[in-house]
């Protein structure tokens, strides 16, 4: 566990009698695509809130890069480079596209006041590293197009990898998709694994929620299964659709 690019040591996440994450320990390699499944109710959202501070874990630890996160808050793991999307969509209506981006690129952003107004050369040069990030990730999110589109008017598909557009201007290491293909059709389903498997080879390692099961078994690396808070396996997509436990789990049903 020392040498895991990230990992978590009996995470656990208690609400006065209920555990709802019970001493969760896993670890994900640097270039994975890692996908974290299991039936409703079974703690995975949990435990994204708890590796990303929404939540503060009741016992365990959370280590990234060696260095303990564990407690801290949301836009302090954010600045280590571990972000975030959520269940429900999350955009500014009013806003477009493409500033949509350049707001989300605050952590390369960084400036002082005295620097905007001077308009010094150190924030013209930031200034010019968050357009060029902008427009990078208009590109590989194929949302070249809506870039001066308001973000209501985009349809959900659209505002689903916008929320991903917006999580990617912070430069993420380590970037959590909860259910990023929910409610698309098929054809939106396939654009956004297209756009999963793109953010790997660019150096992102990414971990998924998701319960759509033909997505999970064609882009995962490997396989976390949850269930009431606990794992309950851990493999190859074969290896884990082939689990009994885990079948049993999903009240029976097929995982292939």
Excluded: W
Excluded at 28 to 44: F, V
Excluded at 112 to 141: C, D, F, P, W
């Amino acid at each position: 566990m020392k040498n895991a690019f990230f990992s978590t040591e009996d995470l656990t996440v208690q609400f006065g009698g209920l555990i709802a994450v019970d001493h969760f320990t896993f670890e994900i390699q640097e270039g994975e695509i890692i996908s974290l499944i299991g039936p409703n109710g079974a703690g995975k959202t949990t435990a994204f809130n708890a590796i990303t501070g929404f939540i503060k874990p009741s016992e365990g630890s959370i280590r990234f890069f060696g260095q303990d996160l564990t407690g801290l808050k949301p836009f302090q793991i954010a600045k280590h480079g571990i972000i975030r999307t959520f269940q429900q969509t999350k955009v500014f209506p009013e806003v477009a596209v493409e500033e949509s981006i350049r707001m989300g690129a605050h952590k390369i952003a960084e400036k002082g006041l005295m620097a905007i107004l001077a308009n010094s050369l150190r924030y013209q040069k930031k200034e010019k590293e968050v357009l060029e990030r902008t427009e990078q990730i208009l590109t590989v999110t194929s949302l070249r197009e809506k870039a001066s589109v308001l973000a209501k008017n985009l349809s959900y598909g659209e505002q689903r990898l916008l929320e991903i557009a917006v999580a990617l201007a912070a430069e993420p290491k380590l970037l959590l998709c909860d259910e990023p293909v929910s409610g698309m059709n098929p054809e939106e389903s396939r654009s956004t694994m297209e756009l999963i498997r793109a953010l790997r080879k660019q150096g992102i390692t990414i971990l998924l929620v998701e319960h759509d099961m033909s997505v999970v078994m064609d882009i995962s690396d490997r396989i976390v299964v949850l269930n009431y808070g606990k794992k309950i396996a851990e493999g190859s997509p074969k290896e884990v659709s082939g689990n009994q436990e885990v079948i049993e789990a999903y009240l029976g049903g097929s995982l292939k």
